[in-house]
């Protein structure tokens, strides 16, 4: 509130120094008040990321650069390579399924049931991915799930004919795009409802087909958010861990696993710094897709807002 | 113009419900088969799930969880309040320059996975243990940081819609001490963002697992994940009540943060 | 201006993280440590096993960890030996792997409900020597001398030997490890575990190995099996349990024998579960106790390694179908339960323990090879 205004030289040094001790202490109580913050930020998340890069650069015998090379194993890659495809198919399947829900919503009534509806379960199914999914597609598609058995009773056809792939990467896709397309409803909606509808009013005046509304007003305005929420997705992919290891049980496909044996296993021991190693190499996948994200929202909120 | 109005009126209409039909198979499948699923054996299962003191005693591991889980939920959903509001108003008050760094904090979680966060967080709960105990209600320090993103955007949006500066220049003009101000004139005046965050905190507590599992804590979704081995029917009757139950407490927000618009 | 402070923040930063990493926290002086037991080697030490067990009733609880009640009969055990001295036992995470227990006792040390004992596999244990307390149980003599250590820090307890166990009524008896490749087991093989992970996996692999021409030094053929498993659409990436395996859902199961053994005796009369040892491919694996440096309850986990070194806690094991480790001495002696150890699977064809240079070697192959495998 106090506001500093640069005294001119007319005026005597010694009130000049006395006001702007005052400013600084009244600067200092004022950072006092965010000390909580700060403090309980830097302790619980600050610290736990610098201890992950610490590690990822540390051996038996103090810096060592062995972790991340060790990155480089086949193994290691491939993992990298099949969560990346995974967040990658995930998050345009989702994107795409999840744009057209969304559009479908704001063309329904604003305060109706149908979108109230829609977006709370969106809210429970995007956070709710993981253990509960997981069961939920066990009970569905599992070896002894609702339609398996239907379809096997019903219409001679073996689901797992060519092996179970419900516990392997195909299984993880179709799983993650079940909270994938909720997301982006919820990431994706405010910018749809952004939209006004005098756009739509002022393209048909000008002669506008649809089409040219959704190729040369809507589309080019929507592409930022739309794109931006693709990225979100991918970073949210990318990053699940409870869906996969309620799941999966060998092989540990994509990385978040890798990380979860590198510490939690009997057989490979002292692989702590490894799964550091690995957590550091998320953490800079997922920082680029989220500074793009950021880049993206920006342009997004300029027109949108 | 009319007619092509109500023509695409009713192209959105048949769009619109096409794609609600078709979407909505997909979604609700699964809830049908879990329904199905958990009444194989008699409806036994949902029996016992209603019945607490038969559950405990039968899957003391469960009642654990769900009571641990809770416990976690209400702790978090305070810190989160306790920590957010008052750094928000005071940030917004009197040190606008800090805001950008706070808004960045607040969303570096979600840039830091929550399996990145695990590996982290184990010598500073070496520490928590060592000052606070093992229990898995000292989880709360690390749920906060991760509903720090969706916390922190809801409060600064109810933020937004007030004007805090005069709010705050007239109550302390009045005498008011700092602590009145944001408890007695600025809480009350966000409580739909405040209670949107709280929910939304909730929401995520009650289905976080990736942390408790790796600090080897008492939490809902450990316990139905570990109930999975022994118990498939209960543990899928259980999945489908946290769903419906989350469900069921964001449609009641939804209402009635509507509600109190409409009642301004 | 600004970028020196926020320099000098970060480099505070990171200076508070390595020493975070680098220090625990002071342990919490355990004030019932009155009776000396946290630095007895020997129940002598404390002046006899009555001391002992006085020691232990006063501390009256028991912390273990990873113990799953239908492992190796310890649900008996555990009961067993709360009646016997009544002492509390709290069993922790039966899921957990030996991995696990090293972790809670790093996270929980100095509290009161840290790990008082392990059950490890002998990888683990040699690796984390540091973190025990040597103590030598009143029959340490009959423990042959390959499978302890001089001091004590850990001695073998059980073993067993790698198996399959199959559902007679849904598939075909196998006979050999390489029977199941036929399309009669077609998606119904499962491994207990994944192998980079759990030992009880890894010992399966090394068992298909020496069953398609392998040999311990050699675990390729083994993951090459599976990989034709895999293949042949055999292989069910699913993680059998009590459950599946009652329900069905896998009939076919590669585990250790006394966790088969004691599957088939669980489900007799709802399910026709059997174990088979494959002929020249026996695979041999022992479990090793250790005591932790840092017990919260020293007397009681001293007494625990007494009670499950005695003829009693043997022949429990015994009835989980696990070989005790006094087997032999007890044989000799004749305090061995008798129908228990003759109702053991048949084991043909010399045992094979892997060593700790061939261990090594396969766990190399196997991080770099399993993914691959069965992806």
Redesign the interface.
Known sequence: MADVVDTPDLVAPKPEIRAHRRVGIARARSLLGTVPFFAYVVIFLVIPTLVVIIGAFTGDGGFTLANVSALGAAYIVDAFVRSIVLSAVTAVVGAVLGALLAYALVTAKPNGLLRRAVTAASGVLAQFGGVTLAFAFLATIGLSGFVTVFLKDHLGFDLYANGVWLFELPGLVLVYTYFQIPLMVIVFLPALDGIRPQWREATESLGGSTWNYWTRVAGPLLTPAFLGSTLLLFANAFSAYATAAALVSQGNPIVPLQIRSALTSEVVLGQQNLGKAMALGMVIVVAVVMALYALLQRRTAKWLA | ?AG?IAR?ARR??V??WA??LV?GV??L??????V???SRGGGETWRLLVDWPQLSEKYPDLATGIVASLGQAALTALLMLV??V??AV??R???PG?RRL?EF?C???????????V?????????V???L??SSLTLT??Y??LV?PYAYRSIDTGLSAIDVKTLAEAARSLGCGWATVMWRVVLPNIRSAVLSAAF?TV??V??E??IA????RDNL?VA???L?????TM??AV??A??VL??IM??L???FG?RRKASR | MRISRSATALLAATAMAAAVTACSPPEKKSASDSSGAATATSATDLGGLDALVTAAKKEGQLNVIALPPDWANYGEIIKAFGDKYGIKVNSAQPDGSSQDEINAADQLKGQDKAPDVFDLSPAVATANVAKFAPYKVSTFADVPDALKDANGTWVNDYGGYMSIGYDSSKVPAPTAVADLLKPEYKGKVALNGDPTQAGAAFSGVVMASLGSGGSGDDIAPGVDFFSKLKKAGNFLPVDPGPTTIESGQTPVVFDWDYLNVAQGAKLSGKVQWKTLVPANAVVGGYYAQAISKDAPHPAAARLWEEFLYSDAGQNLWLKGGARPVRADAMAKAGTIDATAYGALPKVEGTPVFLTDAQTTKAKEYLSANWSKAIG
């Open positions: 113009m092509l695409r959105q209409r769009f619109r794609v609600v979407l997909f979604f499948l699964p809830m049908i088969a879990m199905e699923f958990a920590l957010l008052p750094t005071w940030v008050l009197r040190l800090l706070v904090i969303l570096l979680p979600l840039t830091i996975p929550a399996i990145v966060l590996v982290g967080l184990a010598p500073v709960y070496a520490w243990n060592y000052f105990g093992g320090f690390a906060t940081i720090l939304l929401a995520l009650l289905g697992f990736t599992s790796l600090l080897h979704q139905i994940e570990f999975g081995k022994s118990s498939a543990s899928v999945s489908l946290a769903l989350a469900f964001l449609m927000l939804s209402l509507d």
